[in-house]
């Protein structure tokens, strides 16, 4: 399939209808794709198949180069289903992939409905996604409601004439003066949500870059585009969406712009229309924001399926450097319960720096002190540093912590990259640092491309100890004792055994606050998970008359069996760092 050069703004057509591609609408493209790929093998009545699944973010441009350009494709992406299906995740994420003059890594979309010709055709996106379903992969993809790039024809037809029908798809002021409550998100290089428009002569709201102005949602058009657009890729079948920024797509005056009740309106318009239409296929929330409004943007389960739990991520880097359970503890009490059918995404790191919104200001500079004590590794609020490097580089930290996001409520969300340990490069601007090039072997091209590494869209990580010689997947394989082997029989235990994504959450708290020790439990089986957070050997005692007379058999470490005593006590060793799953062998005495 081919498309002409980009529709020049002043060739849009006034009238309204929902765009397509090649004048096809999204049911003729849908019936032409199907006649050459039929839908996969992804159960589409098994409605909460999320709540139990392990998701994988995969950049697109940084997987796989299939042709020799330096830059991965839907191709090469196709071509690696197979490791992620030996690895065991279950669902894969992917950033936007959309047309995009690629200022913010993709999260600037020229249009909705077409891929970057770079990584290939809506026919490869296709082939991909049924390959994935074949493998019983299911994939989410990112949308972006808040704002498009500036280049969107949207736009320049918006700055164009104010009496074009675009004109109000922005929101646009004669002052900079609204909303001035409203944080600005990208402090590092904004210092206003307003920037001018020399051509229209006036100002345009951007909560982002001033290159991603903000839609405007009070136009009902926009979310007439937004919907059509969702519906191209589901109807393209795609298992549902991650809904980038979502807190900001309504402002008001008087208030900080956010996580208004016209905004939960909205998405829980969109929710109503994929219930009815594409049952099964979910919507992940990405809010930045604390407990209390974060679980707004579950609803009555009327509104998101997921969210991503920001604030519980930085709280186990700082319990780490604190050896210390207490700040973990505290924000999942403090956590609300979420609707009945709706599940957390819990992740350690993600394509963007290691977000530090959500934590008090000391905590802030602690955790600046402790893993990002230059400047330099800092980015707006947060730390540009992949998971590896910040733990610098010991596996058993790093296991540590994956442990503990496996075990946690939520479905965890790994991050392309640190199954191997990879590291970073703080010499490349923004967050393009932690999106290095997959690393597959020890050669040259570390088996990204078949192009020179000058010529790929980032460069390989060449610090000594993270460069592809010492870490790739190829030699990991090779080696039972690997991070990348163990990542693979902790995802094994973890879906043996559905009760870490279903169950109850029962912290146990303990005088040892260097141990964080919980049950996961529910009707069918109890666990008991023990982690460690300190450099030193502990002796985790333990009252569990529920238990007595029980045993704790070890998920993970082979043969270690651990006896609950007649009165109830466990006494557990844990080493440094330690992490245990006890499954508890008799049923809870009640
Ligand atoms: O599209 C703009 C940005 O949207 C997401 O941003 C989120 O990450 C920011 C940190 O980089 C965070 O501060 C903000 O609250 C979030 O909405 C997306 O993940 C970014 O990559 C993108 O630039
Ligand atoms: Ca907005």
């Keep these: 399939m081919t498309r002409s050069p980009y529709t020049p703004a002043e060739e849009i057509p006034k009238a309204l209808a929902p765009t397509g591609v090649l004048g096809l609408t999204s049911a003729q493209l849908q019936a032409k794709l199907d006649e050459i790929h039929p839908i996969g093998s992804i159960d589409r009545t098994e409605t909460e198949w999320f709540r139990t699944a392990v998701f994988y973010e995969v950049l697109v441009r940084s997987f796989k180069d299939s042709n020799g350009d330096g830059i991965d494709d839907f191709k090469g992406l196709t071509e690696k289903l197979d490791y992620l299906q030996w690895l065991g995740v279950d669902c894969l994420w992917l950033p936007p992939f959309y047309d995009s003059p690629l200022h913010d890594g993709g999260y600037d979309i020229r249009d909705y409905r077409w891929i970057r010709e770079e990584l290939g055709t809506i026919e490869d996106f296709k082939v991909f996604l049924d390959a994935a379903h074949d493998r019983g992969l299911r994939v989410i993809i990112d949308f972006v409601m808040n704002h498009t790039s500036g280049s969107h024809p949207w736009f320049q037809s918006s700055r164009a004439d104010p009496d074009d029908p675009y004109s109000n798809y922005y929101v646009w002021s004669d002052t900079d003066d609204a909303y001035s409550d409203a944080r600005i998100i990208f402090c590092d290089t904004e210092d206003s949500n307003w920037s001018w428009d020399s051509e229209r002569k006036q100002f345009y709201w951007h909560r982002f870059f001033h290159h991603q102005p903000d839609l405007n949602f009070e136009e009902p058009r926009v979310m007439e585009e937004m919907l059509g657009a969702v519906r191209f890729w589901m109807n393209l079948g795609i298992d549902g969406f991650r809904l980038d920024a979502v807190p900001y797509l309504i402002e008001a005056e008087g208030t900080n712009c956010e996580n208004l009740p016209k905004t939960h309106q909205i998405l829980k318009q969109l929710r109503a229309m994929v219930d009815e239409e594409y049952p099964g296929r979910i919507l992940l929330c990405e809010a930045n924001q604390w407990p209390d409004g974060v679980v ?128 970073d490069d703080l010499w490349l601007s923004d967050r393009d640092g932690v999106r290095t090039p997959m690393q597959w072997d020890d050669s040259e091209t570390a088996g990204f491309s078949t192009a020179l590494p000058e010529d790929f869209h980032l460069p390989l990580i060449h610090t000594f100890g993270h460069d592809p010689e010492h870490v790739n997947v190829a030699r990991q394989m090779d080696d039972p004792s690997s991070l990348l082997v163990w990542t693979r029989a902790m995802l094994g235990i973890r879906r043996r055994h559905p009760v870490f994504g279903t169950s109850e959450f029962i912290d146990l708290d303990g005088a040892d606050t260097a141990v964080m020790s919980f049950l996961r439990h529910n009707e069918h089986e109890t666990i008991l998970c023990l982690a460690n957070l300190s450099d030193t050997e502990r002796t985790v005692v333990l009252h569990l008359p529920q238990f007595a007379g029980a045993t704790g058999s070890s998920l993970i470490h082979g043969q270690d069996v651990q006896p609950v005593e007649a009165d109830g006590t466990l006494i557990v060793p844990l080493w440094p760092y330690g992490y245990r799953w006890l499954q508890m062998s008799v049923e809870e005495k009640s």
């Design 296 to 423: 707004e943007y579950f609803g009555d389960g009327d509104e998101c399926q997921m969210a991503f739990h920001f604030p519980v991520m930085p709280r186990l880097y700082m319990g780490l450097r604190r050896g210390s359970r207490e700040c973990i503890s505290k924000i999942l009490a403090d956590t609300p319960q979420i609707p009945e059918g709706c599940q957390w995404a819990t992740f350690l790191r993600n394509h963007d720096e290691l977000a530090l919104e959500m934590v008090f200001k000391e905590d802030r500079q602690y955790m600046w002190e402790g893993y990002a004590p230059e400047p330099r590794w800092r980015c707006n609020l947060g730390i540009r540093r992949r998971l590896s490097p910040l733990v610098d580089n010991d596996d058993a930290k790093a296991r540590l912590l994956n442990a503990m996001l496996l075990s946690l409520p939520g479905s965890p969300v790994l991050y392309y990259g640190d199954e191997i340990g990879m590291g």
